[in-house]
């Protein structure tokens, strides 16, 4: 399935609305300026999406200092679930929950997860859907090429 | 009239393929093995792995879980 919406890789990632009580503005790409941003999409339910929060959490550890962000968007129908989720799988990186399903509508998203690498200046750099051991390596290689721009 | 019910049954079916697609982020539900199309969840999950366990091979059934597994 294409969307003639979705958003492409060198345009400026977009801001997402307003959407729950904690977060006012759950991502908003301005704040990020000057750092590489992994933004990822995910659900407790979504398989991929559980085996690659270990591994990330890796990349994160491994690069922060270095300017990486990692901010994962959760899009369970049940917060509990993910709650659940990172109590059995705790990450460091940081977490923001989607009640209102705003960001990915704004980001037209078409597979679970989907992932966003978005350079220094704001912009979408690399689109990775789906997620298979192994693919770690590939992001890491992309933020490291990011890092060093 | 018997015509009426197959004007019915036709409608809906068209009606059917008129119903939004379901977003990626809103499969939830759909991703539980109780969805999965079968009976008995737990027996297909117990033959599954005597059929992995016999054959050494495994796949190519149905999986509880949603999600992609592409890129």
């Keep these: 399935m294409t969307n003639a919406n979705a958003v492409k890789i060198g345009e400026i990632a977009p801001n997402?609305?307003?959407?729950?009580?904690?977060?006012k503005l759950p991502f908003q790409a301005d704040l990020y300026k000057g750092k590489v941003v992994y933004l990822d999409f995910w659900a407790s339910w979504c398989a991929p999406c559980r085996l690659s929060?270990?591994?990330l959490n890796k990349l994160y550890k491994e690069l922060k200092s270095q300017g990486v962000e990692v901010i994962a968007i959760n899009l369970d129908e049940n917060r509990a679930d993910a709650e659940k989720f990172l109590q059995e799988n705790p990450v460091e990186f940081k977490i923001v929950y989607?009640?209102?399903k705003q960001c990915p509508k704004q980001y037209?998203?078409?597979?679970?997860?989907?992932s966003y690498i978005?350079?220094?200046q704001g912009v979408i750099r690399?689109?990775?859907l789906g997620f298979k051991a192994g693919n770690e390596a590939k992001i890491h290689t992309d933020l490291l090429a990011l890092l060093s721009e | 009239m018997r015509l009426y019910p197959i004007i019915i049954l036709m409608l809906s079916i068209v009606n059917i393929a008129c119903t939004p697609k379901v977003a990626?982020?809103?499969r939830g539900i759909l991703a539980k093995p109780h969805m999965l199309l079968?009976?008995?969840?737990?027996?297909?999950s117990v033959r599954q792995h005597m059929h992995s366990s016999k054959e050494a091979s495994a796949g190519g059934r149905n999986a509880g879980g949603g999600g992609c597994g592409c890129g």
């Design chain 1, 16 to 23: 997402c609305p307003t959407i729950n009580q904690e977060n």
């Design chain 1, 53 to 55: 929060f270990p591994k």
């Design chain 1, 98 to 100: 989607d009640d209102a």
């Design chain 1, 108 to 114: 037209a998203l078409i597979a679970m997860p989907s």
């Design chain 1, 118 to 120: 978005i350079d220094k």
């Design chain 1, 126 to 128: 690399m689109i990775h």
């Design chain 2, 24 to 26: 990626a982020w809103e």
């Design chain 2, 38 to 44: 079968q009976s008995n969840s737990l027996e297909n």
